[in-house]
């Protein structure tokens, strides 16, 4: 008896997918799609965070910082919403990044 209850062997699966067969692959594909997207937009959230962590922490900057900080989230959320995706906050890692260099 299977674990279940059904009666039927765990290891009999008569129904397995076969390699020429369709099924939901455009579903699979739009979320890979989103994946991707989301962790590309993510990562470069992480980055402005590092950059606005080496501003105060480092550079002593807080309040630039938070500005930073604030911008970049916002960022982060409208390129999401609107497409753009990371590039959205290429030009704030710019200026982080330029600002972890000018400011002392």
Known sequence: MAIDGSGK???SNN???AADAAGDLAAHESTYAAFVALTEVAV???LCIVLCLVLWGLEG?????LVGLI???AAAAVGSVAGYGWRA???IIL???LASIVLK
């Open 89 to 91: 906050l290429t030009p």
């Open 61 to 65: 900057h807080g309040f630039v910082a």
């Open 15 to 17: 129904n397995a997918a």
């Open 44 to 46: 470069a959230l992480l």
């Open 9 to 11: 062997d765990m290891a």
């Open 71 to 73: 911008v970049a989230c």
């Open 95 to 97: 200026l982080l990044g």
